[in-house]
């Protein structure tokens, strides 16, 4: 997707420095990031989509009476440098997303106010939520809000067609809260796809299920259940 860099409230530079939050980063992520963030406009709809997608969790904490939220993260790359989405919990922002990276990418990059910036996001483990939907048995290439896919995504075959209302016909499906693989995604499902079974195949997951497709209104998301072998 593209998003649009855009001047912040020089706030950025003020939460990651707080060590709560950047042992966190540096623990979870994997990541010393740089103390400031890229702010990228986009559709508001794509903040709403990632308000309802499972990231990795920073958690929120309360120093000196002050109480910080969580934060929601998202692997991602710019320029084919590794960065991170961040959705703050307390964040009154309506269309900005905050990039952390290890490096000041706007000045790597030489990136001014109004340049685009085309994101990707990149594979990723979590814990899904648990979906309880009503499910339709379907055979061709037609989808649905969480579609589960017996055969290839990209030719007709066997599905579950999953929605939250009750159709004729159905019956009571429940995706139970689970680890997966996951990759999300704006247009380029075949891509994406490609990328998550890469990404499953190069750290020798255990497949546990059909893969699926979730579809909110902007992103898409391909998920599939795993095992992870202990080391």
Same mark, same amino acid.
């Given at each position: +997707?593209? =998003?649009?860099?855009?001047?912040?409230?020089?706030?950025?530079?003020?939460?990651?420095? %707080?060590?709560?939050?950047?042992?966190?980063?540096?623990?979870?992520?994997?990541?010393?990031? $740089?103390? =400031?963030?890229?702010?990228?406009?986009?559709?508001?709809?794509?903040?709403?989509?990632?308000?309802?997608?499972?990231?990795?969790?920073?958690?929120?904490?309360?120093?000196? =009476?002050?109480?910080?939220?969580? &934060?929601?993260?998202?692997?991602?790359?710019?320029?084919?440098?590794?960065?991170?989405?961040?959705?703050?919990?307390?964040?009154?922002?309506?269309?900005?997303?905050?990039? %952390?990276?290890?490096?000041?990418?706007?000045?790597? $990059?030489?990136?001014?106010?109004?340049?685009?910036? !085309? %994101?990707?996001?990149?594979?990723?483990?979590?814990?899904?939520?648990? $979906?309880?939907?009503?499910?339709?048995?379907?055979?061709?290439?037609?989808?649905? !809000?969480?579609? &589960?896919?017996?055969?290839?995504?990209? +030719?007709?075959?066997?599905?579950?067609?999953?929605?939250?209302?009750?159709?004729?016909?159905?019956?009571?499906?429940?995706?139970?809260?689970?680890?997966?693989?996951?990759?999300?995604?704006?247009?380029?499902?075949?891509?994406?796809?490609?990328?998550? +079974?890469?990404?499953?195949?190069?750290?020798?997951?255990?497949? +546990?299920?059909?893969?699926?497709?979730?579809?909110?209104?902007?992103?898409?998301?391909?998920?599939?259940?795993?095992?992870?072998?202990?080391?």
């Amino acid at each position: +997707m593209r =998003g649009i860099v855009t001047a912040g409230k020089k706030e950025g530079k003020k939460f990651i420095l %707080i060590e709560e939050y950047k042992n966190q980063f540096i623990k979870k992520l994997h990541l010393k990031p $740089y103390p =400031g963030t890229l702010n990228l406009a986009v559709n508001e709809k794509i903040i709403e989509d990632l308000k309802k997608i499972d990231g990795i969790v920073i958690d929120g904490f309360v120093k000196n =009476g002050i109480k910080y939220g969580m &934060v929601k993260c998202f692997p991602a790359e710019i320029y084919g440098e590794k960065c991170f989405v961040l959705l703050p919990e307390k964040s009154t922002h309506k269309n900005i997303l905050e990039i %952390i990276a290890e490096e000041n990418l706007r000045k790597r $990059y030489n990136l001014k106010n109004g340049d685009a910036v !085309k %994101i990707s996001f990149l594979p990723f483990i979590k814990i899904c939520c648990k $979906y309880r939907t009503y499910a339709l048995p379907y055979i061709g290439k037609k989808t649905s !809000k969480i579609t &589960v896919f017996y055969d290839s995504p990209f +030719m007709e075959g066997r599905r579950d067609l999953c929605y939250f209302e009750e159709i004729n016909e159905s019956y009571r499906k429940t995706i139970a809260e689970q680890i997966v693989a996951s990759i999300i995604f704006n247009e380029n499902g075949k891509k994406a796809y490609e990328d998550l +079974m890469n990404h499953v195949k190069k750290n020798c997951y255990g497949i +546990m299920s059909p893969i699926r497709k979730i579809s909110y209104s902007k992103l898409k998301e391909w998920q599939v259940e795993v095992k992870i072998k202990e080391k």
